[in-house]
């Protein structure tokens, strides 16, 4: 058994999705002029154009999560560093690099401080949809 996002090949393999994780961006407190003055916990991903970002390699879920955010909100981002896995890109946010844009679980499994803000974005349709998945007909 493994655990994964979908979506995966059905046709060999029995699914048993659990539960869905949303993404949020959590933007460094000294980043947070760059924003829009209305922007609130819930925002436009089309505000975030002028930030920087930390974000994951070009073959990973959540970059591609990112860049397709960012094509629908018709801007080309400023990448400040790419980085190999979530824990990193949070500690990068952490220590104001840039914005990251992170699975909501993994946030609130972290140590927070007063370092960053969690914005939710409007409309988020990007969900990742984790699930245990094995070959079809093997014992569990």
């Not at 046709?11 to 993404?23: F, G, M, Q």
């Not at 974000?55 to 955010?69: H, I, M, T, Y």
Request: with cysteine.
């Amino acid at each position: 058994m493994i655990l994964v996002n979908l979506p995966v090949d059905e046709s060999v393999l029995d699914i048993c999705p659990i539960e869905p994780d949303t993404l949020v961006l959590a933007v460094p407190n000294a980043l947070i002029p760059l924003l829009p003055p209305d922007t609130g916990p819930v925002f436009d991903f089309s505000g975030a154009a002028s930030l920087p970002f930390v974000v994951l390699g070009p073959s990973q879920e959540l970059r591609q999560l990112f860049d397709k955010l960012c094509a629908a909100a018709d801007f080309r981002p400023t990448i400040a560093a790419e980085v190999v896995g979530v824990t990193t890109a949070w500690a990068m946010a952490r220590a104001g690099v840039g914005a990251a844009l992170l699975p909501l679980q993994f946030v609130s499994s972290q140590h927070f401080d007063e370092s960053l803000t969690l914005l939710s974005i409007r409309s988020n349709s990007y969900i990742r949809q984790p699930a245990i998945v094995r070959r079809q007909g093997q014992f569990i």
